[in-house]
């Protein structure tokens, strides 16, 4: 019984030590997009391949609406990682959530 308490706690440890850090996250989804112009003879109202783009966004929620913000061509790579550590951070939130509930349980049978 220790022993198990003893491995689930040396793996939240090891789930926490792979957590990206907390300065270099974004919350959103990070989307690329091709767009329509404003000249009416552009071929890209005819075909969608044609549409201009890439141009890159974060969308996200604040206040019950949606917010867009368009990123920099030069900035793309890392606004891209930090919304994907976002994400990691999530999983390893509900990893060690879900590890704490067996320890909770396991100690409660003694």
Known sequence: ????????????????????????????TFIKCYLECIRP????????????????RVSYGKKNRMHHIYVPIHLKEMVQKWTENYEKIWQAIETISALNIKIIRKSSRK
């Open 1 to 28: 019984m220790k022993v198990e308490i003893t491995n689930l706690t040396k793996e939240k440890r090891r789930t926490a030590g792979k957590m990206p850090a907390l300065t270099e996250i974004l919350r959103g």
């Open 41 to 56: 003879n552009c071929r890209c109202h005819k075909n969608k391949k044609y549409r201009h783009g890439p141009y890159y």
